[in-house]
């Protein structure tokens, strides 16, 4: 062992089993990034130290971008047959007038609805039993990891597992945080929270009624110091309340009643049905470090954000999405591990700005509770009003990524290629269901040699737009990017594009030697199966 170590030393004798990744939390992000890694050929456990689903709702949201990573862990389809498309948000004054509206449209950049309500248990439900179909994947229910250590910067992390009143170790080439707000593995990191200056107490109440309800198939936001309040349909016959209740404040039903009034009249009925009432802390916060090592955080673990943009869980399936493929690429391929310096560096910068968006839509609601509250309600509503203010805001979800090897400085660099359906073996499919999980390369023209021996060499499918038989998006992109071709990464990022007019990639210099397969892989046995968790 060398001084160089994380998270507390552990007393378990005896040897410890060897497994490539270990994933810490088996909530949607930990077993979407067991996913992702086993359609690349990666094995992992994911562990969890309670045995089943948390039945009760928490995430209702997400977007098409988040819709696009489910369909790279298999998902999409079972997802869309749960989830319910929305129209996008309202601000609403205190007497409920609009104050602006954001609309979001049922097919985005991405292929999919722009906004889809759901309910998180069905979403955890059906990534578990997808995992439960993927042989390199294994989920250890009722595990509670109580240490992680790692042995110098480049050797084995060490996890410590209580299970059943004993314990056991699994030593991994890596491991990934993915275990919440309170993350042991984030302490093991060693990273700390930095405050991005927005707390507040709020109720959420979750209903079952088949009561007629005043909505508009979007998410409402009330816009009122002293009764801020969201609401949101999330199924057929489920809602969504969330109220910043005063101190002295004890929900009733009296004081329920009169909350939802503005939607539904629950004077004289029995049919309205509280399935949870809960208090929660709404924070903004994000690590100063997500690594240390070979040990990473994600999701929770690496930041906190307000719900009023609906980004919460979303941007924890981002970040499995960039760091999966990622460690694919070394673990499989022997690339260089310099390239995971990229995730945090890519990450956290698209972090901060959906937190802050968030933090300002929190403000919006509530406009502080100083003498200056009126005047900036006033100046929210007013911005609103200036033409393509509402749709800044939107684009600003899917900010580009910040240029660097893996994102070159282009129009298109670090921003996402559309999806639209293209034709395959006769039929229509999505985009990424032709390009599969690796690299590809979009062309308007005939790659030359060079280019075509760099895109073998990254193992990347070749589609020339002529043959999609698309609907002309992928061409009007290319042709808005100024570019000939582009170069996509497997999570559908822009690394390099070649710039109308011919030519080679831009920067093959900086990103090739990230990604070059030419050092040998970490070895990865599969002669002895992982041992078995009796909850599965």
Known sequence: MTEDQTGPRDSVSGPSQHVPVVIVGAGPVGVTAALLLARRGVRSVVLERHRDVYPLPRAVATDDEVCRILQAAGIHEEFAGLARPARGLRLLD?????????????????????????????????????????????????????????????????????????????????????????????????????????????????VRTGLPVRCWEGVDQVCAPHRPATFMRIGENRYRWEFRLRNTEQLDRELLRELVAPWVDISHADDFHVIREAQYTFRARIADRWRRGRVFVLGDAAHLTPPFVGQGLCTGLRDAHNLTWKLARVLQQGADERLLDSYERERKPHARQVIRLAVAAGWAMTGGQDAAAALRRAAVG???????????????????????????????????????????????????DVLGDSFAVLTAVPLTPSLRAVADGLGARIVHLQETGDDGTLAAWLRAGRADAALLRPDRVVLDVVPAGGGDFTGIAAWAPLLSSMRRPIEQPVSAPLLRSTTR
Not at 158 to 169: A, F, L, N, P
Not at 389 to 399: D, I, K, M, S, Y
Not at 401 to 420: C, D, E, I, K, V
């Open 382 to 432: 007013a911005a609103c009003r200036i033409p393509g203010v509402t749709g800044l805001a939107n684009r600003n979800l899917n900010h580009p990524l910040p240029t660097g090897p893996l994102t070159r400085r282009s129009r298109l660099g670090g921003t996402h290629a559309p999806q639209p359906w293209v034709s395959a073996d006769g039929g229509r499919a999505r985009l990424d």
């Open 94 to 206: 205190a007497r409920h007038r609009v104050i602006a509206e954001f609309l979001r449209s049922p097919r985005g950049h991405h292929g999919f609805p722009q906004t889809s309500m759901f309910d998180q248990p069905e979403l955890e439900r059906l990534l578990r039993t997808a995992l439960a179909r993927r042989p390199e994947c294994e989920l250890w229910g009722g595990a509670e990891v109580v240490g992680v250590r790692q042995e110098g910067a480049e050797g084995p992390v060490h996890v410590t597992i209580r299970q059943d009143g004993s314990e056991r170790r699994l030593s991994a080439d890596f491991v990934l945080g993915c275990d919440g707000a309170g993350s042991l593995t984030r302490e093991a990191v060693g990273a700390v929270w930095e405050d991005l200056r927005f707390e507040e107490h709020w109720t959420v109440i979750d």
